[in-house]
């Protein structure tokens, strides 16, 4: 039987996505402090909170992540409100912008870290389509305020990197620093 891996997160995109590969999981919503420290940059930001939500739980094996957008350097996390969300998919609108994801996986009292950047672009967006999007509900739990595996990919033009580190999970980097901590997928244990 293939090991249990502790996913610190309450996020369903990586709880559904390490659900494909075939991974058992026990959910631990991990309590950490999101606040960006003054002048801390995007990718130590992602680091230092996936690090503190891995160490806010307990398993054999933890896994946590944290996902950002930056644009012009600073983050971008999940909008406040309908109007952040909005100010936000202004802001993004036909531009290019980095999704940075940091992920932690601890085991036997080791730690890895580490941080995927995937640059995406963005269409020209209207007014008229922002309100639309905004209305349906979908940005406001999201980074940046839209999810590209939902009704945000409509304004998805390019994606230059790991697709689901965008979705917030990049994958094949995950499953790499899993296996130096000697966390063995399912596939592994296949007579």
């Known amino acids: ?5 502790t996913l610190a997160s309450r996020s369903p995109r990586r709880r559904e996505l390490l659900e494909q590969l075939g991974l058992r999981l026990q959910l631990r919503p991990a309590d950490a402090d999101e606040a960006p420290l003054p002048a801390e940059p995007p990718g130590e930001y992602v680091r230092r909170v996936a690090r503190a939500k891995a160490r806010a739980v307990t398993g054999e ?22 109007e952040d969300a909005r100010r936000m998919l202004r802001a993004l609108s036909g531009r290019t912008h980095e999704v940075m994801t940091g992920v932690c996986a ?14 995406v672009r963005f269409a ?17 739990d999201k980074a940046g305020a839209y ?23 990049p994958l094949a980097e995950t499953l790499s620093l899993l296996a130096r ?10 007579p």
Do not use: C, H
């Open 1 to 5: 039987m293939s090991p249990i891996l």
């Open 61 to 82: 094996t933890v896994l946590a992540a944290d996902t950002v957008v930056v644009l012009d350097s600073a983050i971008l996390g999940k909008p406040r409100d309908g």
């Open 106 to 119: 601890a085991r036997g009292g080791r730690e890895e870290v580490l941080a995927v950047t995937t640059e």
């Open 124 to 140: 020209g967006l209207t007014e008229e389509r922002i309100a639309w999007y905004v209305g349906t509900g979908e940005p406001l």
């Open 147 to 169: 999810a590209v595996q939902g009704l945000g990919s409509a304004f998805v033009e390019e994606v230059r990197g790991s697709v689901s580190n965008v979705i917030g999970l």
């Open 181 to 190: 901590l000697g966390f063995a997928p399912p596939w592994s244990l296949q």
